[in-house]
């Protein structure tokens, strides 16, 4: 168990909906990331928070959002789905120090969507 | 940005045998991380190996970072040890390399 906490473990919806991906980072890490995994992409960054606060961004769509809380849980959420969105979403921590050099990242288990 | 490369993309082994596996990335990075993502879907950090070389039980991975390349040495590897092998390097985001895909026959 990584203490990366993620729900929910599948999500299956319907395109042009909204969903939220909730993540809990490891005691004590305030990084939070979100990774996209699709058969065809591969992981993909999508987004780093460090301490509240947006740290770096990847391939992140616009219909994509996310925040941390000030607890450091972190929610990401996907509006307007579509089809290709369909994929496995990874939520990861580490302890990262002020400067955004990161340390041993630790995985959640996923959360499988599948957009219909 | 910073490219990775995994090679080689597939792997077949007999169990009992031993393999490595390479990442060359393209520019300086702050750190290398040695992943294995099992047929589950877990994704489990192996190494935190921006330099130098560690060890692991049956395995160790070796960075040379001067000259952009790391290794993962898998020894008498295991049916278990079948799954996905990414390298993850980061210069301000962590990206990943494509993986490559290990299949331990019994």
């Known amino acids: 168990d990584s203490g990366v906490t993620q729900t929910p473990k599948h999500l299956i919806t319907a395109t042009g909906q909204r969903v939220t991906l909730r993540c809990s980072p490891r005691?004590?890490?305030?990084?939070v990331y979100w990774y996209q995994q699709s058969l065809d992409q591969g992981l993909q960054f999508l987004i780093q928070?460090?301490?509240?606060?947006?740290?770096a961004k990847g391939n992140i769509l616009e219909r994509f959002s996310a925040q941390q809380f000030p607890d450091l849980h972190s929610e990401l959420n996907l509006s307007s789905l579509e089809l290709g969105d369909s994929a496995l979403y990874f939520c990861?921590?580490?302890?990262?120090?002020?400067?955004?050099?990161?340390?041993?990242?630790?995985f959640g288990s996923g959360t499988q969507l599948s957009v219909l | 940005g910073i490219q990775v490369e995994q090679s080689p993309p597939d792997l077949i082994l007999q169990e009992g045998a031993n393999s490595t596996l390479r990442c060359n990335f393209s520019?300086?990075?702050?750190?290398l991380q040695w992943f294995h993502q099992n047929p589950w879907g877990q994704l489990i950090n192996l190494f935190y190996i921006p330099s130098g070389t560690k060890q692991n039980g049956r395995l160790s991975a070796t960075t040379v970072a001067t000259e952009r390349y790391s290794l993962l040495y898998i020894s008498s590897s295991q049916t278990t040890d079948s799954g996905v092998y990414f390298c993850a390097v980061d210069g301000f985001k962590t990206i990943f390399g494509a993986g490559t895909r290990l299949f331990v026959k019994a």
């Open positions: 990861a921590s580490s302890v990262a120090d002020a400067i955004g050099l990161n340390e041993k990242l630790f």
């Open positions: 520019d300086s990075v702050n750190n």
């Open positions: 005691s004590g890490d305030l990084s």
């Open positions: 928070y460090y301490n509240g606060e947006e740290r």
